[in-house]
């Protein structure tokens, strides 16, 4: 099996003048970002005497980022991108975290982030890397490829390592749903601060199809034109977008027709979209897949037709489908194989958690059978089989999934305790965040809620925060989420 | 003619209360005020407004301060 590097490069050879990227009415061919990627290489590793430099690439969508993602793996390195929209607390944290040896930046970059890195980082902004040639000689890679920040229990985001190998692994091993060609103009709408983004990037270019980076205020709340415009053949995202889509009124063949693969995963995809879809763009064909960023690609996949997919919406969502190639999917529950935690076997498991060696033993297990040892990570997402179809079904903890962000329940605690709040306790009702707290003293809500912008993601803002004189607590002495849902329906306290 | 109340708009696009929101809320700043709030707000101004939906109208409308300022201006023409 080839490395990422040596698909991209074959493209490169074999197709020079085939266009790469498309952003901004500007085309960019396999060639020119071949250049760009070894001109970015050879500024990180003047700036860096790392053999594996550490490098945070804080760049929006665009043919700089994707050389960034390149340019390091070239050296060897590890990247780790930030969502540069994201909130500023956040951010420092990665950074912290992190300790990059280089930080990679465009004007996007949020001058917080800058000051942060001086004493950690060489920084480089990457409109004005020089046209150096990188020297030919060669770079051992590191066996990691990036690491990508989630929202951790802790309080605070937790970074997840990806394999090179287990990154090559995927993107060879989709390719055989996807069939990806040099036709092909495939989306790039995913902030490259998730992994699902970073796929995008690998998944077009070592395949020889145009990536079409998504961007502008526009593209971003209707973002079926930008798929008329740029002629997009397949679409990537979560669901969301869909929603997005449709809300806009633009599930439409007009705006669709270009499209003949989309592809959906992170949070569950409906039936009424399904539906929509199909009706307006029959012509498509849909892959609901199923992963975790631990996973590093997917390891579930449905592929769905006008024709085939209402077999696969026997349950409030559509069906996950089948075990990909190199992944064993098991439920691990009390006797029944039809139910349980979903667990996911494979060789091409993330590396484990950043810097968070006890977390990376309690998540992923080793196996032995024999000589042979495998590993497993138990997701926490609870799965059930129906006439043979697998569906994800929820949490068995409190990680919910808000509009396809990864948020732990337990974060916005954290963060409420720490405002001075005795106790807090979170729920997901109607797909909005209801905070409970106790509260003794006065406490500034409008100031705790300015502060929360600063360190949380907008979907993990709660809609409502109610003062409560105790949480209930059920029989064991936990907190009684089923009074709390009671209550957030309206129920007096 | 009577102007509309900018914070009435707003909250109803966002399937909030009028209180929730101030003269600093904004898009990713305010609960609910993410992709798919702001595409309602836009289409909420174009449909009272007028607005043409544009990449500059979905950058500037991005702020209730912004907003205020369109409604002002508009008022005050009509006035």
Redesign the interface.
């Known amino acids: 099996m080839l490395d990422i590097l040596e698909m991209f490069w074959a493209q490169v050879s074999a197709t020079p003048d085939v266009a790469a990227i498309i952003h901004a009415g500007n085309r960019m061919s396999y060639a020119s970002l071949a250049q760009l990627n070894r001109e970015m290489a050879s500024a990180i590793l003047s700036a860096s005497q790392n053999t594996n430099p550490k490098v945070l690439i804080a760049v929006r969508q665009s043919p700089s980022a994707y050389a960034a993602m390149f340019g390091t793996l070239l050296t060897g390195g590890t990247f780790c991108p930030i969502n540069v929209d994201g909130p500023v607390q956040r951010n420092i944290h990665i950074v912290r975290s992190f300790i990059p040896d280089v930080l990679l930046f465009d004007s996007s970059c949020p001058k917080e982030i800058l000051e942060e890195s001086p004493a950690v980082a060489h920084r480089i902004n990457v409109d004005e890397v020089p046209p150096t040639e990188l020297d030919s000689r060669p770079h051992e890679c590191n066996e990691m490829a990036y690491v990508v920040f989630t929202s951790g229990s802790s309080g605070l985001p937790k970074g997840v390592k990806a394999s090179r190998k287990a990154v090559s692994y995927v993107v060879h091993s989709e390719q055989q749903y996807y069939r990806v060609t040099n036709g092909d103009r495939w989306s790039q709408y995913s902030n490259l601060g998730y992994d699902m983004g970073i796929m995008d990037v690998f998944q077009a270019l070592c395949h020889g199809a145009t990536l079409v980076p998504i961007t502008g205020p526009l593209n971003r709340v209707m973002p079926a034109r930008a798929v008329k415009d740029s002629e997009v053949t397949i679409w990537q995202s979560v669901p969301s977008v869909l929603e997005l889509m449709i809300q806009g009124n633009e599930v439409s063949s007009d705006l669709l027709g270009s499209l003949r693969l989309m592809i959906f995963c992170g949070e569950p995809l409906l039936p009424r979209q399904l539906e929509v879809l199909f009706d307006a763009c029959p012509q498509l064909t849909v892959f609901n897949a199923y992963g975790a960023t631990e996973t590093t690609g997917f390891n579930t996949i449905n592929q769905l037709t006008k024709d085939n997919f209402r077999a696969s919406c026997g349950s409030s969502t559509v069906a996950i489908g089948n075990d990909v190639q190199g992944w064993t999917v098991e439920l691990d529950g009390d006797g029944s194989p039809e139910e349980g935690e979903i667990v996911i076997v494979g060789d091409n498991l993330s590396l484990g958690y950043w810097q968070d060696e006890e977390r990376t033993r309690m998540a992923f297990k080793q196996r032995r059978k024999g000589s042979e040892v495998t590993r497993a990570y138990h997701t926490g997402d609870y799965g059930r089989r129906i006439d043979g179809n697998l569906y994800c079904q929820g949490r068995l903890d409190r990680q919910v999934k808000i509009r396809g962000e990864r948020i732990e329940l337990e974060e916005i605690d954290d963060f409420l305790r720490q405002s001075g709040y005795p106790a807090a306790y979170s729920i997901l009702h109607g797909g909005e965040v209801h905070s409970f707290v106790e509260c003794s003293s006065y406490i500034d809500e409008a100031q705790v809620r300015t502060q929360m912008q600063k360190e949380l993601p907008v979907h993990a803002l709660p809609k409502l925060i109610s003062i409560v004189t105790s949480l209930p607590k059920n029989a064991n002495g936990k907190v009684d989420r089923q009074e709390l849902e009671r209550l957030a329906s309206g129920g007096a306290e | 003619m009577s102007c509309p109340d900018p914070y009435d708009i707003v909250a109803d696009a966002l399937r909030?209360k009028r209180e929730d929101l101030n003269i600093?809320s904004g898009k990713?700043?305010?609960?609910?005020?993410?992709?798919?709030g702001?595409?309602?707000v836009?289409?909420a101004l174009e449909r009272t407004c007028g607005i043409a939906?544009?990449?500059a109208s979905?950058?500037e409308y991005?702020t209730m301060k912004a907003i205020l300022e369109l409604f002002e201006k508009q008022c005050y023409a009509e006035a």
């Open positions: 909030s600093n990713y700043r305010t609960h609910g005020w993410d992709s798919f702001h595409l309602a836009i289409l939906i544009d990449n979905v950058e991005a």
